[in-house]
Protein backbone atom coordinates (compact mmCIF):
# COMPACT_ATOMS: atom_id res chain seq x y z
CA UNK A 1 0.00 0.00 0.00
CA UNK A 2 1.58 3.55 -1.15
CA UNK A 3 2.26 5.92 1.81
CA UNK A 4 -0.34 8.46 2.44
CA UNK A 5 2.32 11.21 0.82
CA UNK A 6 2.44 9.61 -1.75
CA UNK A 7 -1.18 9.13 -3.04
CA UNK A 8 -2.42 11.59 -5.07
CA UNK A 9 -5.11 13.73 -4.06
CA UNK A 10 -8.87 13.05 -5.13
CA UNK A 11 -10.33 16.49 -6.00
CA UNK A 12 -13.95 16.59 -5.64
CA UNK A 13 -16.05 18.72 -8.38
CA UNK A 14 -19.70 19.80 -8.47
CA UNK A 15 -22.51 19.65 -11.21
CA UNK A 16 -25.78 20.45 -11.40
CA UNK A 17 -26.05 19.13 -7.50
CA UNK A 18 -23.67 16.04 -8.24
CA UNK A 19 -20.34 15.48 -6.69
CA UNK A 20 -17.64 13.77 -8.20
CA UNK A 21 -14.19 12.33 -7.14
CA UNK A 22 -11.50 12.55 -9.68
CA UNK A 23 -8.63 10.41 -9.04
CA UNK A 24 -6.75 9.96 -12.34
CA UNK A 25 -3.39 13.00 -12.50
CA UNK A 26 -3.88 13.17 -16.08
CA UNK A 27 -7.77 14.30 -15.66
CA UNK A 28 -7.28 16.66 -13.38
CA UNK A 29 -4.08 18.53 -15.11
CA UNK A 30 -7.02 18.73 -17.89
CA UNK A 31 -9.84 19.77 -15.73
CA UNK A 32 -7.71 22.54 -14.20
CA UNK A 33 -5.86 23.47 -17.73
CA UNK A 34 -9.10 24.34 -19.19
CA UNK A 35 -10.83 26.24 -16.01
CA UNK A 36 -7.20 28.19 -15.88
CA UNK A 37 -7.39 28.81 -20.04
CA UNK A 38 -11.58 28.86 -20.35
CA UNK A 39 -11.86 26.92 -23.33
CA UNK A 40 -8.99 24.75 -25.04
CA UNK A 41 -8.71 22.66 -28.07
CA UNK A 42 -8.22 19.21 -28.35
CA UNK A 43 -4.97 19.46 -30.14
CA UNK A 44 -4.12 22.17 -26.67
CA UNK A 45 -4.55 19.18 -24.32
CA UNK A 46 -2.39 17.07 -26.47
CA UNK A 47 0.23 19.36 -26.42
CA UNK A 48 -0.13 19.89 -22.25
CA UNK A 49 -0.52 16.57 -21.34
CA UNK A 50 2.25 15.39 -23.95
CA UNK A 51 -0.13 11.91 -24.42
CA UNK A 52 -1.25 10.54 -28.06
CA UNK A 53 -4.44 11.55 -29.64
CA UNK A 54 -6.38 7.86 -28.49
CA UNK A 55 -5.14 8.13 -24.66
CA UNK A 56 -6.27 11.73 -25.08
CA UNK A 57 -9.57 10.83 -26.91
CA UNK A 58 -9.93 8.84 -23.86
CA UNK A 59 -9.87 10.77 -21.02
CA UNK A 60 -11.70 14.00 -22.24
CA UNK A 61 -14.29 11.18 -23.30
CA UNK A 62 -14.73 10.35 -19.47
CA UNK A 63 -15.01 13.71 -18.42
CA UNK A 64 -17.45 14.39 -20.60
CA UNK A 65 -19.45 11.16 -20.01
CA UNK A 66 -18.88 12.14 -16.02
CA UNK A 67 -20.44 15.79 -16.60
CA UNK A 68 -17.57 17.75 -15.72
CA UNK A 69 -16.70 18.73 -19.66
CA UNK A 70 -18.61 19.92 -22.49
CA UNK A 71 -18.13 20.79 -25.43
CA UNK A 72 -18.94 23.36 -28.50
CA UNK A 73 -18.23 23.04 -32.37
CA UNK A 74 -15.41 25.48 -33.66
CA UNK A 75 -17.35 27.91 -36.53
CA UNK A 76 -16.37 27.31 -39.65
CA UNK A 77 -14.48 23.42 -39.31
CA UNK A 78 -17.58 21.38 -37.61
CA UNK A 79 -14.71 18.62 -37.64
CA UNK A 80 -12.86 20.92 -34.77
CA UNK A 81 -14.00 21.34 -30.95
CA UNK A 82 -13.60 23.63 -27.85
CA UNK A 83 -13.88 22.41 -24.72
CA UNK A 84 -14.88 23.75 -21.50
CA UNK A 85 -15.27 23.37 -17.31
CA UNK A 86 -19.24 22.75 -16.53
CA UNK A 87 -18.02 22.04 -13.21
CA UNK A 88 -16.83 23.62 -10.11
CA UNK A 89 -13.68 22.60 -7.79
CA UNK A 90 -14.76 21.73 -4.67
CA UNK A 91 -11.70 20.58 -2.47
CA UNK A 92 -8.97 18.55 -1.99
CA UNK A 93 -8.43 15.10 0.06
CA UNK A 94 -5.68 13.56 0.55
CA UNK A 95 -4.06 10.47 3.02
CA UNK A 96 -2.68 12.30 5.83
CA UNK A 97 -0.43 11.28 8.75
CA UNK A 98 -0.58 14.79 10.90
CA UNK A 99 -1.83 14.30 14.47
CA UNK A 100 -2.06 17.69 14.90
CA UNK A 101 -0.24 20.85 15.60
CA UNK A 102 1.16 21.34 19.52
CA UNK A 103 1.43 24.79 19.06
CA UNK A 104 -2.12 25.51 18.17
CA UNK A 105 -3.46 22.94 20.68
CA UNK A 106 -1.02 25.23 23.19
CA UNK A 107 -3.28 28.52 22.17
CA UNK A 108 -7.08 26.46 22.48
CA UNK A 109 -5.87 25.55 26.09
CA UNK A 110 -4.66 29.51 26.89
CA UNK A 111 -8.39 30.50 25.88
CA UNK A 112 -9.52 28.53 28.79
CA UNK A 113 -6.29 30.71 31.16
CA UNK A 114 -6.20 33.89 29.47
CA UNK A 115 -9.69 33.92 27.89
CA UNK A 116 -9.23 38.20 28.02
CA UNK A 117 -6.63 37.58 25.33
CA UNK A 118 -8.03 34.83 23.18
CA UNK A 119 -11.79 34.57 22.80
CA UNK A 120 -13.14 30.91 21.65
CA UNK A 121 -15.42 32.31 19.10
CA UNK A 122 -12.42 34.07 17.43
CA UNK A 123 -11.04 30.67 16.77
CA UNK A 124 -13.39 28.37 16.04
CA UNK A 125 -13.34 28.85 12.09
CA UNK A 126 -9.38 27.88 12.80
CA UNK A 127 -10.37 24.90 14.79
CA UNK A 128 -12.44 23.49 12.22
CA UNK A 129 -10.29 24.35 9.37
CA UNK A 130 -7.03 22.85 11.34
CA UNK A 131 -9.46 19.81 12.21
CA UNK A 132 -10.23 19.04 8.31
CA UNK A 133 -6.26 19.76 7.80
CA UNK A 134 -5.52 16.56 9.59
CA UNK A 135 -8.41 14.71 7.63
CA UNK A 136 -6.48 15.65 4.82
CA UNK A 137 -9.41 17.50 3.48
CA UNK A 138 -8.95 20.94 1.62
CA UNK A 139 -11.95 23.19 1.18
CA UNK A 140 -9.99 25.94 -0.09
CA UNK A 141 -12.06 26.37 -3.54
CA UNK A 142 -15.59 26.47 -1.31
CA UNK A 143 -13.63 28.73 1.26
CA UNK A 144 -12.53 31.39 -1.25
CA UNK A 145 -16.01 31.11 -3.04
CA UNK A 146 -17.27 31.95 -0.07
CA UNK A 147 -15.09 35.34 0.20
CA UNK A 148 -16.08 35.92 -3.47
CA UNK A 149 -19.53 36.28 -2.85
CA UNK A 150 -18.64 38.22 0.71
CA UNK A 151 -16.26 40.53 -2.11
CA UNK A 152 -19.17 41.20 -4.59
CA UNK A 153 -21.41 41.88 -1.61
CA UNK A 154 -19.60 44.79 -0.56
CA UNK A 155 -17.74 45.88 -3.90
CA UNK A 156 -20.98 48.32 -3.99
CA UNK A 157 -19.51 49.96 -1.41
CA UNK A 158 -15.66 50.09 -2.24
CA UNK A 159 -15.43 50.40 -5.50
CA UNK A 160 -14.76 54.01 -6.32
CA UNK A 161 -14.01 55.89 -9.55
CA UNK A 162 -9.80 55.41 -8.62
CA UNK A 163 -8.22 52.74 -8.11
CA UNK A 164 -6.31 54.73 -5.18
CA UNK A 165 -9.83 55.37 -4.05
CA UNK A 166 -10.78 51.99 -4.16
CA UNK A 167 -7.40 50.69 -2.35
CA UNK A 168 -8.02 52.96 0.28
CA UNK A 169 -11.70 51.50 0.94
CA UNK A 170 -10.48 48.18 1.27
CA UNK A 171 -7.93 49.21 3.72
CA UNK A 172 -10.54 50.97 5.57
CA UNK A 173 -12.54 47.97 5.49
CA UNK A 174 -10.23 45.31 6.67
CA UNK A 175 -9.39 47.58 9.52
CA UNK A 176 -12.98 48.06 10.27
CA UNK A 177 -13.76 44.49 10.66
CA UNK A 178 -11.22 43.58 12.20
CA UNK A 179 -9.55 41.50 9.52
CA UNK A 180 -6.13 42.82 9.56
CA UNK A 181 -3.85 46.10 9.14
CA UNK A 182 -3.79 46.34 5.38
CA UNK A 183 -0.98 48.52 3.68
CA UNK A 184 0.53 48.70 0.17
CA UNK A 185 3.71 46.93 -0.58
CA UNK A 186 4.28 47.90 -4.03
CA UNK A 187 2.63 49.94 -6.85
CA UNK A 188 4.03 47.81 -9.96
CA UNK A 189 3.16 45.29 -9.37
CA UNK A 190 0.45 45.91 -7.19
CA UNK A 191 0.45 44.07 -4.02
CA UNK A 192 -1.71 43.98 -0.77
CA UNK A 193 -0.04 43.61 2.14
CA UNK A 194 -1.68 42.39 5.84
CA UNK A 195 -0.28 42.34 9.07
CA UNK A 196 -2.16 40.78 11.70
CA UNK A 197 -3.93 38.97 9.37
CA UNK A 198 -7.36 37.08 11.09
CA UNK A 199 -7.57 34.67 8.73
CA UNK A 200 -4.24 32.89 9.59
CA UNK A 201 -2.90 34.66 12.39
CA UNK A 202 -3.57 31.58 14.89
CA UNK A 203 -3.15 28.72 11.99
CA UNK A 204 0.01 26.05 12.33
CA UNK A 205 2.64 26.57 10.29
CA UNK A 206 2.57 25.41 6.79
CA UNK A 207 4.35 25.78 3.25
CA UNK A 208 1.33 26.78 1.52
CA UNK A 209 -0.91 30.32 1.50
CA UNK A 210 -3.60 29.54 3.88
CA UNK A 211 -5.70 32.94 2.87
CA UNK A 212 -8.05 31.93 0.57
CA UNK A 213 -10.80 33.88 2.05
CA UNK A 214 -9.12 37.11 1.65
CA UNK A 215 -8.00 35.95 -2.44
CA UNK A 216 -11.40 35.45 -2.55
CA UNK A 217 -12.58 38.73 -0.83
CA UNK A 218 -10.03 40.78 -2.84
CA UNK A 219 -10.65 39.43 -6.68
CA UNK A 220 -14.14 40.12 -6.27
CA UNK A 221 -13.90 43.72 -5.41
CA UNK A 222 -10.84 44.51 -7.90
CA UNK A 223 -12.62 42.28 -10.52
CA UNK A 224 -15.68 44.80 -9.91
CA UNK A 225 -13.59 47.66 -10.27
CA UNK A 226 -11.62 47.04 -13.34
CA UNK A 227 -15.13 45.20 -15.16
CA UNK A 228 -13.26 42.30 -15.66
CA UNK A 229 -11.59 38.92 -14.20
CA UNK A 230 -8.71 39.90 -12.55
CA UNK A 231 -6.34 37.16 -10.45
CA UNK A 232 -5.14 37.19 -7.33
CA UNK A 233 -2.22 35.59 -5.80
CA UNK A 234 -1.56 34.81 -2.19
CA UNK A 235 2.69 35.43 -2.40
CA UNK A 236 3.70 35.16 1.24
CA UNK A 237 1.39 33.95 3.81
CA UNK A 238 2.18 34.18 7.96
CA UNK A 239 1.74 30.67 7.80
CA UNK A 240 4.89 30.22 5.84
CA UNK A 241 6.97 32.08 8.23
CA UNK A 242 6.67 35.90 6.64
CA UNK A 243 5.70 39.07 8.70
CA UNK A 244 2.47 39.51 6.89
CA UNK A 245 0.50 38.04 4.20
CA UNK A 246 0.84 39.75 0.56
CA UNK A 247 -1.42 39.40 -2.39
CA UNK A 248 -0.83 40.45 -5.75
CA UNK A 249 -3.63 41.76 -7.96
CA UNK A 250 -3.41 40.80 -11.74
CA UNK A 251 -3.60 44.59 -13.03
CA UNK A 252 -5.17 44.61 -16.80
CA UNK A 253 -2.59 46.15 -18.90
CA UNK A 254 -5.20 48.54 -19.95
CA UNK A 255 -5.34 50.17 -15.98
CA UNK A 256 -1.73 49.98 -15.37
CA UNK A 257 -0.75 53.45 -15.61
CA UNK A 258 -3.13 54.46 -12.69
CA UNK A 259 -1.40 56.04 -10.05
CA UNK A 260 -1.08 54.41 -6.84
CA UNK A 261 -0.67 56.46 -3.42
CA UNK A 262 1.83 53.99 -0.97
CA UNK A 263 1.57 55.78 2.31
CA UNK A 264 4.22 55.21 5.01
CA UNK A 265 3.78 51.70 7.47
CA UNK A 266 2.23 53.33 10.83
CA UNK A 267 4.23 52.79 13.81
CA UNK A 268 1.72 49.97 15.09
CA UNK A 269 3.43 47.64 12.06
Known sequence: MPEPDLVPPLKLFSSDGT?????????????????????????????????????????VNSLIAAGLIASRPVPGDGRKKMYYLIASHLADIQPCRQTGNNEFRELIRQCYIKYDNVDYRQIIPHIIQVALIEAGIRIDPIMMRGGEILGESV??????????????????????YGLGEMRIRSASPLRLEIYKCYECMVLPKTERGCCVISRGILTAIFSAYFKQQVRVEEIECMTQGYPACCFEIDVPKRSQQESVTIRPRPASY
Open 155 to 176: SVYLVAETLDKTIENVINFWMR
Open 19 to 59: VTAVSSPVRNNILFLIRDEGEVSFSRIMEYTGLSKSTVSMH
